[in-house]
């Protein structure tokens, strides 16, 4: 069956990095799907972070990552990644991935990222 499992969360303090990965399985086409990184902070809603188009060649972000935070995507390898650079205390939140291609929506577990000093 589908599964999108996220890799790379943790503790990183104020100014850090991290890189998160999200490795897909039992898709057919991956790269015919649409990626995306969204975070839920505590008490807060899901929140869209970044999206790649299926071929990688194109990508959005939310205004306040911008500059910061990277997508990519390797087809071949059939992983999505988030490169987090000068990472905020208020970037804490659980990470997901999301692959979505018309009206299929696909999630993973989430990966906790904690920025604290």
């Known amino acids: 069956q589908v599964q999108l499992v996220e890799s790379g969360g943790g503790l990183v303090q104020p100014g850090g990095s991290l890189r998160l990965s999200c490795a897909a399985s039992?898709?057919?086409?991956?790269?015919?799907?649409?990626m995306n990184w969204y975070r839920q902070a505590p008490g807060k809603e899901r929140e869209l972070v970044a999206t790649?188009?299926?071929?990688?060649?194109?990508?959005n972000y939310t205004n306040s990552v911008k500059g910061r935070f990277t997508i990519s995507r390797d087809n071949a390898k059939n992983t999505v990644y988030l490169q987090m650079n000068s990472l905020k205390p208020e970037d804490t939140a659980v990470y997901y991935c999301n692959a979505k291609r018309q009206i299929f929506s696909y999630w993973g577990q989430g990966t906790q990222v904690t920025v604290s000093s």
């Open positions: 039992g898709f057919t086409f991956f790269s015919r799907y649409a």
């Open positions: 790649i188009t299926s071929a990688g060649g194109s990508t």
